[in-house]
């Protein structure tokens, strides 16, 4: 099996590519404003911003991943000409996104609670508490943006992604001056500010990206089609998406399960790990990006039954990512203060965060091949494999090894991402594997309104 790119491919890849991972790093840069920002009043409000974000997406999580599901229903419709089941698996995203708003918003309601079940500082908890209760506002748009803009990635169209996440940002920037610090008459509402901005801004980009859109997205939404509502259609897309949301859950949960162990630590070191993460995040942003790129080409090959083009597309990401993690890595580990001294003036948070952004930098090689792995088997229709690898890597590897160094072997945080760096490796191999196997042979189209056998 030849995944061996030519230079036409990389050309290619670059053109859809460099517009996702400027689009993932816009996304990205949401939070490390409200992380920079916040980070300048007090530990304990940056802490606070930290384990809020960790709750936040840790129970939106499943529902991005279930509506990845567009990714191959979208990218294989596109690559058969066949429109008008983009436009059923489209709408019928959009009708599972209210099912998903209800229950996420009904689990971000007990915030506080959960936080002093699980023992994090008193001092911290409060103020987490109403940051969670902040973010159910934006809870509807912000899916309502994921179904958009899985879609137009999958198009290939990406531009209004990319206007409207650049606009975003500096209403953000903005929204955040006003509400965290009290500017213009406003009261001085801390970290609990930044979470109402951020529910407001994601309003403005659900409703931005779809005005900047609706040319590209009016032959797919200017009618609805009464086939959206087919019970056992629904069910099928939802079986699909399911095992996505479970591996982006599985996989966001090893990081906010190491959060909460942190929490344990103390303060500082939950404000030292926030900036680490924040940092690592940040770059783990292009790979992903590079993923969803791979998502679409593979997924248009397939539906064009050249799997020949699917082999390249899955070749050229391996290649891209694998360089950009190498430089960042490298960057990590050369000047580690540097980056730390960004986020906090601290002695002590500067510490812990200079100590673990170096074991950030070991790990990033493996983060991002194996989430460029997970989007070429998405794009194959491949859903069930990288769930059950994430099972297995994080949670029956990487979890336990971290527990051990941290509180067995005295490593303290060390220790916890130290274990993540275990868990990434394993995950890594085992997707590199599977994307050999499914590669390796004819790949059939994803079908929702007529089940393959």
Known sequence: MNLVPRRSDLARMLRLALPIVTVQVGIMMLGVVDTLMVGHLSA?????????????????????????????????????????????????????????????????????????LLRQPPDVVPVAGGYAIGSI??????????????SLQAMGKVAPIVWTIAGANVLNAFLNWV??????????????????????????????LLALSWPSMRPYLNRFRREALDRRALLRMARLGTPIGFQQQLEFGAFGAIGFLMGLLGTSAMAGHQVALNLAALTFM??????????????????RNNMAGARRAAGTGIVLSGCFMFVTAGAFLAVPGFWAGLYSHDATVLAIAAALIPIA????????????????????????????????????????????????????????????????????VLLFIRVRLVLGRDVRRVLIDTPQA
Do not use: K
């Open 44 to 116: 304990t409000d940056l802490a606070a911003v930290g384990l809020g974000n960790i709750y936040f997406f840790q129970i939106a999580i499943f529902g991005i991943g279930m509506l990845m599901v567009l990714d191959p229903i979208v990218a294989q419709g596109v690559g058969a000409g066949d429109h008008e089941a983009a436009a059923r698996g489209i709408q019928r995203a959009l009708i599972i996104t209210l099912f998903l708003t209800v229950i996420a918003s009904l689990l971000l309601l007990p915030g506080a609670w959960v936080f002093r």
């Open 137 to 150: 506002l934006g809870m509807f748009p912000f899916f309502a943006f994921v179904v958009l803009r899985q």
């Open 179 to 208: 509400l965290i610090y009290g500017n213009l008459g406003v009261p001085q509402l801390g970290a609990v500010g930044s979470a109402w901005g951020s529910s407001l801004a994601r309003w403005c980009m659900a409703v931005a």
């Open 286 to 303: 292009v790979p992903l990006g590079i993923g969803a790129a791979c998502a679409v080409q593979v997924g248009q090959a397939v539906g």
């Open 361 to 428: 930098g070991v790990f990033q090689v493996a983060d991002g091949l194996q989430t460029v792995a997970a989007g070429i088997l998405r794009g194959a229709g491949d859903t069930l494999s990288p769930f059950l690898f994430n099972l297995l890597g994080f949670w029956l590897i990487g979890l336990p090894v971290s527990i051990l160094l941290a509180f067995r072997a005295g490593l303290g945080p060390r220790g916890l991402w130290w274990g993540l760096a275990a868990g990434l490796a394993a995950v890594a």
